[in-house]
């Protein structure tokens, strides 16, 4: 089992939940407002007069064998609208109740 952590900005939210469930990836934890920054080019997202604007994050554990499809299709959502903000990270599950 794998964990994907996902850091987006909330418009992107209904696609990632849509993505999910077309790959059968049913269990998910959501914050729906969350501020940050990126380390690469977006903009902050910090809830503020200056940066409105907020982000979401949401965490997930599927099958091993689901984690390059959801990162395909997360990668093709980003690349649509670069940005607005969008990362991934996978790590091992290493138990589970």
């Given amino acids: 089992m794998k964990t994907i952590f ?15 469930e077309r790959n059968n990836c049913r269990g998910f934890t ?3 407002q969350v501020t940050g920054r990126g380390s690469v080019d977006g903009e902050p997202h910090y809830g503020s007069h200056a940066w409105p604007s907020l982000a979401g994050a949401l965490l997930t554990v599927v099958e091993d064998k689901r ?10 959502l980003n690349a649509d609208r670069p ?3 969008l990362r991934a ?3 091992n599950v290493e138990e589970s109740i």
């Fill in 6 to 20: 996902i850091a987006y900005d909330q418009a992107h939210y209904e696609r990632i939940i849509d993505i999910l």
């Fill in 83 to 85: 940005k607005l903000g």
């Fill in 67 to 76: 984690v390059p499809i959801v990162l395909d299709k997360l990668r093709a």
């Fill in 30 to 32: 959501a914050w729906n």
């Fill in 89 to 91: 990270f996978v790590w």
